[in-house]
Every structure is written in structure tokens, then in C-alpha cells.
């Protein structure tokens, strides 16, 4: 049968289009025919890379007997939780003060009014390792729901009730100074593996958020002890199977703490925040290790993400099909044999590809295979051959089947990889990344955003999604757009970054200053959500923070660095008690006890000296500093960039102005004078 689910524009429902289960999309009427019917909702949430979700497809919903059962008594709702992140962070709260953790899938049981009363995630065809088969679930809930109605409906509302009753303690939104930065990297240094880079243990994550802002903690204070954590867990990654030795590009995340063997999905998220800490970790530092982390990363996104739109996909599957036996099992793509070396590359190559990659006999994954690493005691290889051995076996791999892709387009996530992909094309002089970064602009502006500014989440083929962009979408393009006006000096990026975060002054704010994830006029939830910790991304109430702050240095407008001061109280607040989880926002919080900077680099577009001095603007390291740069414009403002009003040029030669805290620098045309403008600033 072919369900409601086949004129959606989301791979991960369309991947479900020819399930038994008589599926529909989150819509009132689905409610409404669960009303009508007298039965409960089935909400079963995932996304497209997601291997578990994949598994349980297999065992329940393509199963006849089980989608039977679910069609008789359930109405059934298939969520994209990459479309629909408000959805999936309403139940998502529920379920882990329930149980105490979550995950995908999501399986969450309903009323008509949407309340939830029963709760899971993966749950198998057979009971194993104590947890009931799912056929035993559907009709535990249905005797439940048939037999005690009073007792279901009762649980649901104390469950609304529980949920309405976490309210976050926002505290005075007071903006966190230079002691609750201290404390937070004391909070790392005591979470921080000094073996193993990273932080905390198994399963372990690129914590891409917290490596910004130990870098930016570094250039403000000078503290050697944040930038030792940051290099050493950016070389700890990319040296381990996390990273992909042959195509770039990172997994989703290790399931060991060495970083060995990963979780195969490549997301575009992860990718984009990467590249761009690798970047700054070069412009920090000078590592070699660095600069070729940052650019194969830039190069796998343009390569193997961007659509035929301009736009990135998100994410490439951990699955994919056995060359030899045809089943898709994990990793099939990336792992390796020490005979499949030898033979692609020979007996020589082979051994030394086999040394150089810690491939073994027993295999670091499963069957005897291993993922490729890059040890630190491997033998030192010539460059040229190791980069000849690289590109034979990344042809050879080009020959298995390929992961599968989900082309689905989200606003936030391509909002990342236009500020990586442009801020690389800067610092490595490539301006092949600046266009691509700039297409994806453009494919934001033309199908993502309407007449008002108002940004849809996802698009698909160049067709824009029905679901409205949440507060990450505002807040990560409108970041995206802030480092493109920056590297580019098109203050059309400036102009577009300006209506997204009015947009959020307006639409997303709280009377106190607090931020929520979903618009004041979005979809009515059983509670609104309004997160403001990092996930795998920055959270949207940080990144919309760090718009404004930027958007403000750039404008001079006093509304916006006053909602993002007080935006930031939430970091004052949890920035010392729980720093991994608030990256983003103590990086944010950096820039804003740094100024931010605001550089104005002044004279003429065709002028070489002015591309210079725009370049050394650009790889200061002062943190959250914007970049403004092309003709002075006259004292009403009136050109694109505010910040080149009344900007002379002294001696008729391209200058640069480097402010903060209304107060200016002396002017200068001298590249190293600005650099050292631009530097550390020690307290």
C-alpha cells in the first residue's frame, strides 16, 4: 500500500512511503481521525542517517503483522526530527524525565490532544537485554488504553503538567564577565581527557562548540592551557578513524574514547563547524595539520553534500551495501582488510599503507576490518607517496556501493557551512570556496526566505519545505551571512543578516530577554520549547545571541548588543556549572568581553594593498572581530557597510580602523601594525 507519506519532501518520510503501516504527517488531522476513532497516537520520530531507526523499519514497520496491528488500533505519525526539531524537543523532554535518557528512534504514545503517556526509543521484535518486544509494547498500551482510560488520561495531563512546571531559571540576565569564563574552563579542564583529547568518555563527541571557545578564551587571555586542549583534541580526531583518512570529513562520533571507530553518518552540521574550528585552529597556531584538516573537510562538503541547487545536503548514511554479500551493514563503506590494501596498492604500498594506517590482522571494527587512522608512532612515510596510496584507495572505495544520501536541504545547517566555507576560501586563498559558499547563499535567500524575511526550514530539489525555520535557522544564517559580508565586503550579506535578527527581536524574544526555539505566531505544542544548550550544534538561543552581537559591531545599534547581553544572561547562569553543553555560548560570550573588534578596511576594491590589509583583518584571531571592508562611505551611513562611514585614507593609501568599547586605534596602512592590532589582547 502507499501510505500519506509519498508527497513529502523529506527522504527520511519518503523512505517510509511504502511501509505497510498506514502512516500520516504530523497534521491536525491526523489528531483529528485519532479523535474520531477513538484511539491513541503512535509518533514515531527519526532522521534519514539514523542507523537504529533504520533497523527498527526493518524488524516492525515493514513487518505485516505488526503494521497491521498498529493501523487497527493506532492512528500512526512518521516525524522527520531534522524538519520538525521543535516537535522532537517537546517529546524528547519527556521522554528523558521519564526514563532518563532519549535517543532515535523516538517512540512516543499519545493522546488525541496530543499528550504524551507512554514513552520509548528502540524497541526490538523480540524481548532482548530487558526490553519488551514491540508487539508487546502496542498491546500493553492498547489494554491500557481500552481497559483503564482514566488512568491513561490522568498520567498524560501530570506529564503536561511536569513539563510545564521545568521552566528554565533564567536568572537576572545578567551577561557572564571574565570569572564565570574562568570557572567554565576550569569546568573543562576537569572533564578534559589529557590522554585522549576530548572530553568525558565512551561514546565520545567532537565537542566543535567548546573547541571555539577555547580558542577564543586563548586569544583574549593568553591561557596556554585552553589552546593545549584545543590542538591536542583537534589532532587527537583527526588523526583517528572519527576522520575520514582518504575522502575528509568527520563521523557523527566515536563510539570508544580513542576516537577509533565511529558512528559512519557524516552530517553536515559536524562537517561545517569542523572545518571552520580547524581553520581557526590553524589561524591560531600556523599547524600544517591544521590548514589540511580544514580544507579536505571543505572539499569532501563541496564534493560529496552540494546539491545540484547550490545548496548541502545533510548528512550521508552510516549504512551502506556489502560489497561482496549485498547487505547494508555499517561502515562497509569506509573499513578495510590488510589484504584488501595489499591488493589495490601491492605488496609494498600495501604494507606501508597498512603501517601507516594502524590497519591490523584482527581488525579495529568488526569482521576482521579495520577504520583507517593516522597514528602518531605510524611510520614516517614520503608525502608524495603516501598522497599517491590516499588516492588509489579513494578510488577503489569510489567503487563500492556508496552510502546514501539525504537531500534535504536545512537553512541552519547550510547557515554553518557558508561561514566555513567562506572564512576557508579566505584564509587558504581559495576563492573557488567563497562561490560555493555564496551559490548556498543565494539559494537561501531565493526558495528558503519570503517577501518578509521569514526563513522556511528545509527545501528539497530547489522546492522549499512546508515547515517554518525555527530559531537556529535565524540564528545560523544569519551568522553565515555575517562572515560572508565579511570576507566578500557585500554588504547585501549584512543587509539580509539585518533582517533575520530583527525577525528575531520580534517573533522569537521573550519579555525577559530569553529566547525560544519556535516563532511567538509557530504551531501551538504541548509546551513551547526553548533550549538554550548546545546539541551537535549550537543551540539557536547562542547563535542568535552571537548574530546580534555581530550584527550590532557592524551597525552600531545599541537594541541589538542589548538583547544579545541579555540573551547571554543564560550563559552567566550555566556557563560555570555545565561548560560542555554551552560552548557556543561562552564562545559568543568571548567576543563580546573582547568588544568585538570592529575593523573598517578602507580604499578601493581593485586595489592590491587594500586586499592585503583586508586579508590580515581577517586572520586576526581577536575573538567575534567583524570585518568591514571596500570604499569609505559618506558620514550619513549611507553606504553598505556603516562601519566605512567617514573612513579616510591617510596618504590616499587603503587604511584600516580597528575599535572597541568606542574607542579607535591609531589608523594604519601598514599590514603588521594591524595584525598586531588584531592580536591577543591581555587583561
Known amino acids: 500500500m502507499s501510505n500519506r507519506l509519498a508527497n513529502q519532501t523529506s527522504p527520511y518520510l519518503l523512505q517510509h512511503a511504502d511501509n505497510p503501516v498506514d502512516w500520516w504527517p504530523?497534521?491536525?488531522?491526523?489528531?483529528?481521525?485519532?479523535?474520531?476513532?477513538?484511539?491513541?497516537?503512535?509518533?514515531?520520530?527519526?532522521?534519514?542517517?539514523?542507523?537504529?531507526?533504520?533497523?527498527?523499519?526493518?524488524?516492525?514497520?515493514?513487518?505485516?503483522?505488526?503494521?497491521?496491528?498498529?493501523?487497527?488500533?493506532?492512528?500512526?505519525?512518521?516525524?522527520?526530527?531534522?524538519?520538525?526539531?521543535?516537535?522532537?524537543?517537546?517529546?524528547?523532554?519527556?521522554?528523558?524525565?521519564?526514563?532518563?535518557?532519549?535517543?532515535?528512534?523516538?517512540?512516543?504514545?499519545?493522546?488525541?490532544?496530543?499528550?504524551?503517556?507512554?514513552?520509548?526509543?528502540?524497541?526490538?521484535?523480540?524481548?532482548?537485554?530487558?526490553?519488551?518486544?514491540?508487539?508487546?509494547?502496542?498491546?500493553?498500551?492498547?489494554?491500557?488504553?481500552?481497559?483503564?482510560?482514566?488512568?491513561?488520561?490522568?498520567?498524560?495531563?501530570?506529564?503536561?503538567?511536569?513539563?510545564?512546571?521545568?521552566?528554565?531559571?533564567?536568572?537576572?540576565?545578567?551577561?557572564?564577565?571574565?570569572?564565570?569564563?574562568?570557572?567554565?574552563?576550569?569546568?573543562?579542564?576537569?572533564?578534559?581527557?589529557?590522554?585522549?583529547?576530548?572530553?568525558?568518555?565512551?561514546?565520545?563527541?567532537?565537542?566543535?562548540?567548546?573547541?571555539?571557545?577555547?580558542?577564543?578564551?586563548?586569544?583574549?587571555?593568553?591561557?596556554?592551557?585552553?589552546?593545549?586542549?584545543?590542538?591536542?583534541?583537534?589532532?587527537?580526531?583527526?588523526?583517528?578513524?572519527?576522520?575520514?583518512?582518504?575522502?575528509?570529513?568527520?563521523?557523527?562520533?566515536?563510539?570508544?574514547?580513542?576516537?577509533?571507530?565511529?558512528?559512519?553518518e557524516k552530517m553536515l552540521y559536524d562537517n561545517a563547524l569542523l572545518c571552520r574550528v580547524y581553520a581557526h585552529l590553524w589561524r591560531a597556531t600556523g599547524s600544517d595539520l591544521a590548514r589540511r584538516v580544514a580544507l579536505e573537510t571543505a572539499d569532501f562538503m563541496v564534493r560529496e553534500l552540494r546539491t545540484d541547487q547550490g545548496g548541502f545536503a545533510s548528512a550521508l548514511d552510516a549504512d551502506s551495501a556489502d560489497p561482496l554479500t549485498g547487505e547494508h551493514v555499517e561502515g562497509a563503506y569506509y573499513a578495510w582488510t590488510p589484504a584488501e590494501l595489499r591488493e589495490v596498492l601491492g605488496e609494498d604500498d600495501g604494507d606501508l599503507a597498512v603501517a601507516c594506517f594502524g590497519v591490523t590482522e584482527e581488525g579495529t571494527f568488526e569482521h576482521g576490518k579495520s577504520v583507517l587512522q593516522l597514528p602518531q608512532d605510524g611510520p614516517v612515510a614520503e608525502a608524495g607517496r603516501l598522497a599517491g596510496i590516499k588516492e588509489r584507495l579513494l578510488a577503489e572505495r569510489g567503487r563500492r556501493p556508496a552510502p546514501g544520501r539525504d537531500d534535504k536541504v536545512v537553512a541552519a545547517w547550510n547557515g554553518l557551512a557558508i561561514a566555513a566555507l567562506a572564512e576557508c576560501g579566505a584564509y587558504f586563498e581559495r576563492p573557488d570556496l567563497v562561490e560555493r559558499a555564496t551559490e548556498a547563499a543565494d539559494l537561501l535567500v531565493r526558495v528558503h526566505m519570503d517577501g518578509r524575511a521569514r526563513l522556511s526550514r528545509t527545501s528539497k530539489d530547489g522546492q522549499v519545505g512546508g515547515n517554518d525555520g525555527v530559531l537556529e535557522d535565524y540564528g545560523d544564517v544569519a551568522e553565515g551571512f555575517l562572515a560572508l559580508a565579511s570576507v566578500t565586503g557585500e554588504g547585501v550579506w549584512l543587509e539580509f543578516a539585518g533582517f533575520l535578527v530583527d525577525l528575531v527581536l520580534d517573533r522569537f524574544t521573550a519579555e525577559d530577554g530569553s529566547l525560544y526555539d519556535t516563532a511567538h505566531d509557530a504551531e501551538k505544542l504541548i509546551r513551547r520549547p526553548q533550549d538554550p544548550t548546545d546539541t551537535a550544534a549550537p543551540s539557536g538561543w547562542t547563535a542568535a545571541a552571537g548574530a546580534l552581537l555581530s550584527y550590532a559591531a557592524y551597525t552600531g545599534s545599541q537594541a541589538h548588543r542589548t538583547a544579545a547581553e541579555r540573551a547571554l544572561g543564560v550563559v552567566h547562569a550555566l556557563g560555570p556549572r555545565v561548560p560542555r553543553f554551552i560552548g557556543h555560548g561562552l564562545?559568543?560570550?568571548?567576543?563580546?568581553?573582547?568588544?568585538?573588534?570592529?575593523?573598517?578596511?578602507?580604499?578601493?576594491?581593485?586595489?592590491?594593498?587594500?586586499?592585503?590589509?583586508?586579508?590580515?583583518?581577517?586572520?586576526?584571531?581577536?575573538?567575534?572581530?567583524?570585518?568591514?571592508?571596500?570604499?569609505?562611505?559618506?558620514?550619513?551611513?549611507?553606504?553598505?557597510?556603516?562601519?566605512?562611514?567617514?573612513?579616510?585614507?591617510?596618504?590616499?593609501?587603503?587604511?584600516?580602523?580597528?575599535?572597541?568599547?568606542?574607542?579607535?586605534?591609531?589608523?594604519?596602512?601598514?599590514?603588521?601594525?594591524?595584525?598586531?592590532?588584531?592580536g591577543t589582547a591581555r587583561p
Open 26 to 264: 504530523w497534521s491536525p488531522e491526523a489528531f483529528a481521525e485519532a479523535r474520531e476513532r477513538g484511539v491513541p497516537v503512535l509518533l514515531s520520530v527519526g532522521y534519514s542517517s539514523c542507523h537504529w531507526c533504520h533497523v527498527m523499519a526493518h524488524e516492525s514497520f515493514e513487518d505485516d503483522l505488526a503494521a497491521a496491528y498498529m493501523n487497527e488500533h493506532f492512528v500512526n505519525i512518521k516525524v522527520d526530527r531534522e524538519e520538525r526539531p521543535d516537535i522532537d524537543a517537546v517529546y524528547m523532554e519527556a521522554v528523558q524525565a521519564a526514563t532518563g535518557q532519549g535517543g532515535w528512534p523516538m517512540t512516543v504514545f499519545l493522546t488525541a490532544d496530543a499528550e504524551p503517556f507512554y514513552f520509548g526509543t528502540y524497541f526490538p521484535p523480540e524481548p532482548r537485554h530487558g526490553m519488551p518486544s514491540f508487539m508487546q509494547v502496542l498491546e500493553g498500551v492498547r489494554t491500557a488504553w481500552v481497559g483503564r482510560p482514566e488512568e491513561v488520561a490522568e498520567v498524560a495531563q501530570r506529564i503536561v503538567r511536569d513539563l510545564a512546571g521545568r521552566e528554565l531559571d533564567y536568572g537576572k540576565a545578567q551577561a557572564p564577565g571574565p570569572e564565570e569564563l574562568v570557572q567554565a574552563l576550569l569546568g573543562l579542564t576537569r572533564e578534559y581527557d589529557a590522554t585522549r583529547g576530548g572530553f568525558g568518555g565512551a561514546p565520545k563527541f567532537p565537542p566543535s562548540m567548546v573547541l571555539e571557545f577555547l580558542l577564543r578564551h586563548h586569544a583574549r587571555t593568553g591561557s596556554e592551557g585552553a589552546l593545549q586542549m584545543a590542538a591536542d583534541t583537534c589532532e587527537a580526531m583527526a588523526r583517528g578513524g572519527i576522520y575520514d583518512q582518504l575522502g575528509g570529513g568527520f563521523a557523527r562520533y566515536s563510539v570508544d574514547r580513542e576516537w577509533v571507530v565511529p558512528h559512519f
Open 587 to 678: 564562545a559568543v560570550a568571548e567576543a563580546l568581553l573582547d568588544g568585538p573588534r570592529e575593523v573598517a578596511v578602507a580604499g578601493h576594491p581593485e586595489d592590491p594593498a587594500l586586499a592585503l590589509l583586508h586579508r590580515t583583518a581577517l586572520l586576526g584571531t581577536a575573538p567575534g572581530a567583524v570585518v568591514a571592508a571596500g570604499l569609505p562611505s559618506a558620514a550619513d551611513g549611507g553606504g553598505e557597510f556603516p562601519l566605512l562611514a567617514e573612513r579616510t585614507l591617510v596618504d590616499g593609501l587603503p587604511t584600516a580602523y580597528v575599535c572597541r568599547h568606542f574607542v579607535c586605534a591609531r589608523p594604519t596602512t601598514d599590514p603588521a601594525e594591524l595584525a598586531e592590532q588584531l
